[in-house]
Nanobody, 123 residues
Framework: QVQLVESGGGLVQAGGSLRLSCAASGRTFVAVGWFRRAPGKERMFVAA????????YYADSVKGRFTISTDNAQNTVYLQMNSLKPEDTPVYYC????WGRGIPRSRNNYDYWGQGTQVTVSS
């Protein structure tokens, strides 16, 4: 059974940092991505990484502030978020690509999704 379990969300002041984790189990994946969704809006791409760690992708809004990485031994993907802003606030979702479609910024690239973890950045 495939599982993606996110953790690490919470409340932080603007300018602060958080690290999100996505623990994957049940099968191997080609890539893992992070998306976020604000209330009433669509799920938006944040960052993605190939499981080998060879390629990373970032949304322009987070480039230079967020870093995505893998720990293959732990089957975990991390999203280090620095210099957080109030607009970084929504629910963050981890997603896994089992087939390597090659469109990491698209929701359609992913086969499995986690339940989400809330990030709140206060001004």
């Amino acid at each position: 059974q495939v599982q993606l379990v996110e953790s690490g969300g919470g409340l932080v002041q603007a300018g602060g940092s958080l690290r999100l984790s996505c623990a994957a189990s049940g099968r191997t994946f080609v890539a893992v991505g992070w998306f976020r969704r604000a209330p009433g809006k669509e799920r938006m791409f944040v960052a993605a990484i190939t499981w080998s760690g060879g390629s990373t992708y970032y949304a322009d809004s987070v480039k230079g502030r967020f870093t995505i990485s893998t720990d293959n031994a732990q089957n975990t993907v991390y999203l280090q978020m620095n210099s957080l802003k109030p607009e970084d606030t929504p629910v963050y979702y981890c997603a896994a690509d089992a087939w390597g479609r090659g469109i990491p910024r698209s929701r359609n690239n992913y086969d499995y999704w986690g339940q989400g973890t809330q990030v709140t950045v206060s001004s």
